[in-house]
């Protein structure tokens, strides 16, 4: 069992990095002024590819949630997040998305009533404290319409993911993921056209940039992330999204040359041990199941000694019901009366042809 857990833990994570890694792209492949078409073009192809490998349809009430998860998850999410990626270094705006950690929390306490594990509260009090210190402290001269459009998306993937998490238990990752990224785009494809018209003209960083975000940065990291919220509690998933800003930070001084000293170290390290507190099971849930084993069986015995003692009660009541009839009397005229049989109620007998 905790093979498993870890195993899943190791799947989820490769979402906040693959997301992580996509402020870099959109900040410095993508075209600054279309994030309504940015958020089409990534989410379209990617849904298309996994509905390939899914081939299963919504069915049911899954056709409106689609739509709504596919709102908050994908159309609202990608365009938002396009905005931060664009007016926001990327290590700040991948800093600000991960405060989700506490919001899926929140939400799933609210709208699934998960209470919070005091590690994972922990783990996401340390990991906090590290975006802030990767933040540096310092909010001067930050994009404001870039931090408000990191929070909005903050809220409405925790919101969506949540949700995901309390009605798709019973689907897999894949159709999830696929109707997910389909009803999204569909949904901001109109408006896409209204308000930007024409989609961006394609360009060699253009076209590698969008490839790179619809395939890893999206249709990768969501099935992986949908795996997560299916076998992992909310509170956990949240907490593995810290790894959103330590991707941010690092691609950040690999590719745009930004500078990495003691700060930084110490608050990858608060963000990273806050990730490994947050993930890790509860110690005595064991015990806490050896416990109900344990009562179970207790009651089970109870149940069959109790059984046993109603048994041997009834055999007792047929016998003596039985030692009864044999010494009513048999007189003809006793024959064919109703009468209270000791032990027995009231027996009405049959009248014999005399």
Known sequence: MEENRWRAVLITVIAPIAWGSTYVVT?????????????????????????????????GAWWWRSIVLGVLNVGGFFVLVYIAGQRLPSSLAATVMSTSAVSIMLFAWLLMRQRPRLAAVAGAAVGLLGVGVLLGFDPGGVDGWGVAASLGAMVSSSIGFVLTARWGSDVPALPMASWQLLAGSLVLLPV??????????????????????????????????????RRLPAETVGVVGLLNPVTGVVLGVAIAGEAFGVVQAVGVALVLAGVAAGAVAPRRAGVGRRAVARRGAVGTRGAHERRGVHARAGRTAVARRSAAVEAWPTRPEARGTASAVPGGGVGTFRASAL
């Open 192 to 229: 896409a056209l209204l308000v930007e018209g024409a989609p961006p003209a394609p360009s060699p960083s253009s076209t590698t940039g969008f490839a790179y975000v619809a395939i890893v940065g999206t249709a990768v990291a969501y099935v992986a992330w949908f795996t997560g919220l």
């Open 27 to 59: 900040r410095h492949l993508l075209p600054p002024d279309a994030p309504l078409w940015g958020g089409v073009l990534r989410a379209l192809p990617a849904g298309l590819l996994v509905l390939l490998i899914a081939r299963r349809l919504p069915h």
